[in-house]
């Protein structure tokens, strides 16, 4: 959470002090996540995508089966304009980039959206990795780094280079960004919840789709998967 790598607005991209920022920051979480996960390393390939995006790959003992991708993004909203009001104005309570742990949470910009996203899938993997795991299915992990403003030089060019090296309807399953776990937000229920998506408008290879031109103006461009439901695809490939 301590490298910032928030993603910029289409017209700061321009701006070549401001990407320069980001190629420092990006490049840290990068370096970061390299030497926090060595068995990831050993185990995995890592393949960088238009600078900032990465894929990891993670080969099977039966690579004549279609592999599986699970999907993290690691930018985040920037909050510029929080942190430079004075004190009292802003709404964060906390210096977003600190990583500050209180009253048993983490706090932070990317907690929820999606730093743990991309360390909790890493962990698995170290932890698999760490007892010489393989798995049957070759596995992709792919990073993107702008999600939140629509993924076009990100998610856009992971897509375009599974299309290029693994060819069109390359994946049996694909996971991307979940739900949380949301606490006192119905008045009735005590216990929180977690909540299990199970099906997102999304631009899923697993599903046949390929990724549409983004309508001018959208951030979140996508379309819902076609042919199979998104419930009966998970299912399945929980039970294979
Ligand atoms: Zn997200």
């Not at 420092?24 to 996960?37: C, I, Q």
């Not at 039966?62 to 991708?69: E, F, G, N, V, W």
């Not at 993290?72 to 909203?77: E, I, Q, R």
């Not at 962990?123 to 992990?141: H, M, N, W």
Request: hydrophobic share 40%; with cysteine; net charge negative.
């Amino acid at each position: 959470m301590t490298f910032p790598a928030a993603s910029r607005a289409p017209q700061d991209a321009k701006n070549a002090q401001l990407r320069l920022e980001a190629a420092k920051e990006f490049g840290a979480l990068h370096g970061f996540l390299d030497s926090t996960f060595p068995h990831v390393g050993r185990a995995m390939t890592k393949t960088m995508v238009n600078k900032h995006s990465a894929i990891y790959h993670w080969k099977g003992t039966d690579s004549t089966q279609r592999p599986y991708l699970v999907y993290a993004h690691c930018d985040v909203v920037p909050v510029d304009d929080q942190i430079n009001r004075p004190p009292g104005e802003t709404q964060w309570s906390v210096d977003p980039f600190a990583g500050v742990i209180k009253d048993g949470y983490v706090w932070g910009r990317g907690a929820i959206d999606l730093k743990h996203m991309v360390v909790g899938w890493l962990e698995v993997f170290e932890d698999l990795a760490s007892t010489g795991f393989q798995p049957k299915r070759d596995i992709y992990f792919a990073v993107g780094h702008d999600e939140e403003i629509g993924g076009a030089n990100g998610a856009k060019e992971v897509a375009a280079w599974f299309a290029e090296h693994l060819g069109p309807d390359c994946f049996a399953f694909m996971w991307d960004e979940g739900m949380f776990v949301i606490d006192e937000l119905i008045g009735f229920v005590r216990e929180p919840i977690a909540c299990v998506a199970v099906a997102e408008k999304v631009s899923s290879l697993a599903e046949n789709c390929t990724i549409p031109v983004r309508p001018a103006g959208a951030l979140h461009y996508s379309r819902a998967p076609r042919r199979r439901a998104c419930v009966r695809a998970r299912v399945r490939a929980c039970v294979s």
